[in-house]
């Protein structure tokens, strides 16, 4: 998968998710909620923040659980759309890109974190996620 984060700071803390067995993943790749505790590769804007991942899968591998990061600093793709100022909270915005945050997403707590800097249109930027205030 393109656009992996990159870790800067932390992460602080590492949560078991429930994968499908026969699904590759790439190692900081951004992760959706598809069920309580359940978690697959983003795809579209808006879908629910589950992590990061911290090791890669194989889809041959028949691991079913996986560690996801849900804070730290992370530097993080925008997804091509009108770009993002610093201190805007942001969402997942597609396939393991970020968008900013709209005010539905915040009510519903789908807000991935708070940009450090300003991330233009279709690049990258520092965002530290878990942080939505």
């Known amino acids: ?18 994968v499908a067995t026969g699904t590759a993943v790439p190692q900081f790749t951004l992760l959706k909620m598809t069920d309580p505790r359940t978690a697959a590769a983003t795809s579209a804007d808006s879908d629910i923040f589950a992590g990061i991942t911290m090791t890669e899968k194989t889809a041959t591998d028949g691991v079913v659980d996986l560690g996801l990061c849900r804070t730290g600093i ?15 909270l942001v969402s997942i915005g597609g396939a393991n890109t970020i968008k900013v945050c709209t005010a539905a997403e915040l009510i519903t707590g789908d807000c991935v974190g708070k940009a450090l800097e300003a991330i233009a249109t279709g690049t990258s930027g520092e965002v530290h996620v878990g942080v939505t205030i």
């Open 74 to 88: 992370w530097v993080l793709k925008d997804n091509g759309g009108a770009g993002i100022a610093a201190g805007q």
């Open 1 to 18: 998968m393109a656009n992996e984060a990159i870790m800067v700071e932390g992460p602080y803390e590492v949560h078991d998710f429930t």
